[in-house]
T-cell receptor
Framework: NAGVTQTPKFQVLKTGQSMTLQCAQD?????MSWYRQDPGMGLRLIHY???????DQGEVPNGYNVSRSTTEDFPLRLLSAAPSQTSVYFC???????????FGPGTRLTVL | DAKTTQPPSMDCAEGRAANLPCNHS???????VYWYRQIHSQGPQYIIH???NNETNEMASLIITEDRKSSTLILPHATLRDTAVYYC??????????FGTGTSLTVIP
């Protein structure tokens, strides 16, 4: 049982490049979400999903796309990277029954 | 959505109880209070949650006031490994978690 896994751990992009951050969970959780954390700040919700085929926007969705084709995977796509997207990205999952969220180890992204 | 207010930082002596306060004066009747912590730059770790009764698990105790406008997380015997940022979150019915900036707890030897 690996919990929530994220790849890559580190990534450097140039402005305008696109990329996909991967997130997977093996706990059969319905709810998955993506957060970003800027230095010295709390986490801010980007997008979330309550099940396969269902996604919704969080607090800061602009510049990001998500899809949920399976229960296990919830990738986050950066369409055209900007320096303002330099951040640490965390993926999380939980059951829908008001349970605890389990977080992945994070992806540290730098956009030059 | 209910907002939370926490002190930005606190110190606690090793072996003593750490009491971390949180104000959530606009909380609704069906909203739960959750606590998470983040050690250094790791992913946040779930600690405990509750609705209106006090809760206890192997990590901590959660005390919620009768009017539910505030709560306190208690780490009964703080260790150096409890040094972290602690987040108090009120979870609305829409399944979205909103993290604030939390309380940075430093456990002092």
């Amino acid at each position: 049982n690996a919990g929530v896994t994220q790849t890559p751990k580190f990534q450097v992009l140039k402005t305008g490049q696109s990329m996909t951050l991967q997130c997977a969970q093996d706990m059969n959780h319905e709810y998955m979400s993506w957060y970003r954390q800027d230095p010295g700040m709390g986490l801010r919700l980007i997008h979330y999903s309550v099940g396969a085929g269902i996604t919704d926007q969080g607090e800061v969705p602009n510049g990001y796309n998500v899809s949920r084709s399976t229960t296990e995977d919830f990738p986050l796509r950066l369409l055209s990277a900007a320096p303002s997207q330099t951040s640490v990205y965390f993926c999380a999952s939980s059951t829908m029954a008001l349970g605890a969220q389990y977080f992945g180890p994070g992806t540290r992204l730098t956009v030059l | 959505d209910a907002k939370t207010t926490q002190p930005p930082s606190m110190d606690c002596a090793e072996g003593r109880a750490a009491n971390l306060p949180c104000n959530h004066s606009t909380i609704s009747g069906n909203e739960y209070v959750y606590w998470y912590r983040q050690i250094h730059s790791q992913g946040p770790q779930y600690i405990i949650h509750g609705l209106k009764n006090n809760e206890t698990n192997e990590m901590a105790s959660l005390i919620i006031t009768e009017d539910r406008k505030s709560s306190t997380l208690i780490l009964p015997h703080a260790t150096l490994r409890d040094t972290a940022v602690y987040y108090c979150i009120v979870r609305p019915a829409g399944n979205q978690f909103y993290f604030g900036t939390g309380t940075s707890l430093t456990v002092i030897p």
